[in-house]
Antibody, heavy 118, light 110 residues
Framework: QVQLVQSGAEVKKPGASVKVSCKAS????????IHWVRQAPGQRLEWLAW????????KCSQNFQGRVTITSDTSATTAYMELSSLSSEDTAVYYC???????????WGQGSLVTVSS | QSALTQPASVSGSPGQSITISCTGT?????????VSWYQQHPGKAPKLMIY???NRPSGIPDRFSGSKSGNTASLTISGLQAEDEADYYC??????????FGEGTKLTVL
């Protein structure tokens, strides 16, 4: 069965970076894109970026230009999201999701809580 | 990219029908069939309910339906049940090849 398993919770200081992983299993990793979505406490879903796991092409939201880096390791069937220059506003649950077709996400990771606090 | 506009909350009694709107622009909702809807219960990951405006994934009951007119997409839930109480988000593909989510709507089953 398809599964996306994310890395655990992180606590970071302002100005630091965080790297979240998303381990995929149960399907051919390179056939689907992986997207990253975050949700601050009590707030809406916010789309960050995506990576084509087949060719490594990436695209990110203008809101995160220059701060987010998306990579993947096909041998490990794992995608990564690194966010730099963290502030308290980046405190959120970060989700990875598999894109099935165009722009719909059929499987989601369990979420990784990133807390930014001094 | 601004969030798609959704009502903050809607409510209905068991058995009734409700509709949630999702308004975007000609750069997203209005220009593509790639609108999807997600249900999210507290503390859980979102769940895909509708894709490509009106299609239901396997296992989603036909009480859930979607449509689109111009820059506005809609999710209708008929025969409301207690377990439908959740947050609902729309999402769309955009002309920039990015994705955008709606503001979210809290559905209360009275």
């Amino acid at each position: 069965q398809v599964q996306l398993v994310q890395s655990g919770a992180e606590v970071k200081k302002p100005g630091a970076s965080v790297k979240v992983s998303c381990k995929a299993s149960g399907y051919t990793f390179t056939t689907f894109s992986i997207h990253w979505v975050r949700q601050a406490p009590g707030q809406r879903l916010e789309w960050l970026a995506w990576i084509n796991a087949g060719n490594g092409n990436t695209k990110c939201s203008q809101n995160f230009q220059g701060r987010v880096t998306i990579t993947s390791d096909t041998s490990a069937t794992t995608a990564y999201m690194e966010l730099s220059s963290l502030s308290s506003e980046d405190t959120a649950v970060y989700y990875c999701a598999r894109e099935w077709g165009i722009s719909h996400f059929d499987y989601w990771g369990q979420g990784s809580l990133v807390t930014v606090s001094s | 990219q601004s969030a798609l506009t959704q009502p903050a909350s809607v409510s209905g009694s068991p058995g009734q029908s409700i509709t949630i709107s999702c308004t975007g622009t000609s750069s997203d909702v209005g220009n593509y069939k790639y609108v999807s809807w997600y249900q999210q219960h507290p503390g859980k990951a979102p769940k895909l309910m509708i894709y490509e405006v009106s299609n239901r994934p396997s296992g989603i009951p036909d009480r859930f339906s979607g449509s689109k007119s111009g820059n506005t997409a809609s999710l209708t839930i008929s025969g409301l049940q207690a377990e439908d109480e959740a947050d609902y988000y729309c999402s769309s593909y955009t002309t920039s090849s990015t994705r955008v989510f709606g503001e979210g709507t809290k559905l209360t089953v009275l």
